[in-house]
């Protein structure tokens, strides 16, 4: 059974930071691309960075700068390290893991706000 179990949201200030943290069981993980995606309020859901197993990134230009994703494949977990967090950055952000198959995490939600 596949499950990926994000973690790490939570409620921060405009600026500040945070770190999401994936960690997956039930597939093997290297050869995953894993991503991070949200769904803010009213909107759909967007890519925000995406890791391949090669460990090539990409990112939204909305989080370029700002947004680090990272991969420990002897630990089975993919880190999203959110900088200088801004209000519309506020979402449900979900955990992906795409192959042939694609799977989702059930979300963890981030709130910036003073």
Request: positive net charge; hydrophobic residues 35%; aromatic residues 10%.
């Amino acid at each position: 059974q596949v499950q990926l179990v994000e973690s790490g949201g939570g409620l921060v200030q405009p600026g500040g930071s945070l770190r999401l943290s994936c960690a997956a069981s039930g597939i093997i993980f290297s050869s995953y691309a894993m991503g991070w995606y949200r769904r803010a309020p009213g909107k759909q859901r967007e890519l925000v960075a995406v890791i391949t197993s090669g460990g090539y990134t990409n990112y939204a230009d909305s989080v370029k700068g700002r947004f680090t994703i990272s991969r420990d494949n002897a630990n089975n977990t993919v880190y999203l390290q959110m900088n200088v967090l801004k209000p519309e950055d506020t979402a449900i952000y979900y955990c992906n893991a795409r192959q042939v198959a694609t799977y989702w995490g059930q979300g963890t939600q981030v709130t910036v706000s003073s």
